[in-house]
């Protein structure tokens, strides 16, 4: 008899929960979207949309607001049909690795034709091939560039297709633009100037969340993914059915809404709230925290989802990011990491960067890899301490005056055993040898 079973005692629908679902409404960005109804706008009139740059953190709803208020606008036209021919095509540029023009602008005619990517063709003819698709469609082209810095300094395209129209790569009756999104806040300033001041007409930026208004958030998610959850417009409840303190302003209008859970205990959203507020006011963190305590409730037999839940499924979730960031380290990055790991199997740890970098050239050599300088070799430890792998403290003054500082991990060395175990080039590196011989000498 199989152990799965095809419901839950926690959750109704808990892909309301996952990162591939994106709500229609978003109440705590009602700012945010008129400035990006405003810059799309003339697409309605027929005269093609805005270039605009959508710029913030990581979970803070760029994606969604886009995709929601481009749905809006394709409402509009199918309405309108007869005066706006619009066509809306979103591109990752990450998912994809659209690290080049060539790549970006082969997967834009992917999306717009429904052929296969072009390969094998210069760059100029993959351009011409997208910009003659377009001619094809005609109308209203808008274009998002999700994750656009994954494009780095290769802005061609980025310069090519706001001047579509300008430089006669499309025929009068096309009208192109772009909407960039982007979670690095610097990006848009190392552009060349003539790329920023033709790509952005526009510009948008989404501040972090705070803890009221991922409360909020969380709430909305929560009554359609658990069960015995539902939020009530205060207007339909009968007066003597409120609790005190359970009223919410759940959006700009003033609207208030009765929140009731029999599954979720009164601390656990607000809990969540403020973990992520804390931390990054990432509004796919903290949902992603509601979930895992969800599934951890779930898999402990529990019937309600409580604080304990939340807490644990923030130290998992943490884990989880912190072993995601190892495995996509550099080959020179997962060398620092093994000297350290060597140096706290061996005890030795916190250490200072000139032993680490010892085993490093030892182990670097076992796998056959070119030796960085001491200099470079200490930029991957600062690496490390950032993304919270490891910890540097600066102690005393080194021998020529300048600071000195240690190393040790921030991670239990049996799951830094493991990343590096299931990294090819350090398969057959025996981590407790590199130890005893570092005991031994």
Request: glycine share 6%; net charge negative; charged share 30%.
């Amino acid at each position: 008899m199989t152990q799965f079973s095809n419901t839950s005692p926690i959750f109704q629908r808990e892909e309301v929960l996952r990162e591939e679902y994106h709500p229609d409404n978003l109440p705590e960005r009602t700012d945010e979207m008129e400035d990006l109804h405003m810059s799309l706008a003339p697409a309605a009139r027929g005269v093609g949309a805005n270039n605009v740059f959508l710029h913030g953190k990581a979970g803070q709803g760029k994606t969604a607001a886009a995709k929601a208020k481009l749905s809006e606008l394709q409402a509009h036209a199918e309405e309108e049909s007869d005066h706006l021919d619009l066509t809306t095509a979103y591109v990752s540029c990450e998912s994809h690795d659209l690290s080049t023009s060539y790549k970006a602008a082969s997967r834009i005619y992917q999306e717009l034709t429904g052929n296969s990517r072009p390969t094998g063709y210069a760059t100029d003819v993959v351009m011409d091939m997208m910009f003659e698709a377009m001619n094809e469609i005609g109308g209203t082209i808008i274009i998002v560039l999700d994750e656009i810095d994954t494009l780095g300094d290769d802005d061609r395209i980025l310069y090519s297709l706001p001047r579509a129209r300008a430089q006669d790569y499309v025929e009068d009756h096309v009208f192109p633009s772009i909407i960039g999104i982007s979670n690095d806040l610097q990006w848009r300033d190392n552009l060349s100037p003539k790329v920023k001041s033709s790509l952005y007409d526009d510009s948008v930026l989404f501040s972090p969340y705070d803890a009221t208004q991922l409360q909020q958030i969380l709430r909305r998610r929560a009554a359609k993914a658990f069960r015995d959850t539902k939020l009530t417009p205060i207007d339909e409840v009968d007066a003597d059915g409120v609790p005190e303190g359970t009223v919410v302003e759940i959006d700009q209008s003033g609207q208030e809404y009765l929140f009731q859970s029999g599954v979720l205990t009164d601390d656990v959203i607000p809990l969540v709230a403020v973990l992520s507020a804390q931390d990054t006011g990432d509004a796919r963190q903290a949902i992603k925290y509601l979930r895992k305590a969800g599934e951890l409730a779930d898999k402990h037999g529990d019937d309600q989802v409580g604080a304990e839940h939340a807490r644990e499924a923030q130290a998992l979730v943490e884990r989880e990011a912190v072993v995601e960031a190892m495995r996509e380290m550099t080959t020179q990055a997962h060398l620092a990491l093994a000297a350290l790991t060597a140096l706290e199997l061996s005890g030795d740890a916190p250490v200072r960067a000139k032993p680490i970098y010892g085993v490093y050239k030892s182990v670097a050599s076992r796998i056959d890899v070119d030796k960085l300088g001491q200099r470079r070799f200490k930029d991957h430890l600062r690496e490390l301490d950032m993304q919270g792998i490891a910890e540097g403290e600066k102690v005393t003054a080194g021998s020529i005056g300048g600071p000195a500082w240690e190393y040790q991990l921030q991670v239990d060395t049996e799951i830094a055993v493991e990343v590096l175990k299931d990294t090819a080039r350090f398969t057959d590196i025996d981590f407790e040898h590199i130890s005893a011989d570092r005991l031994n000498a």
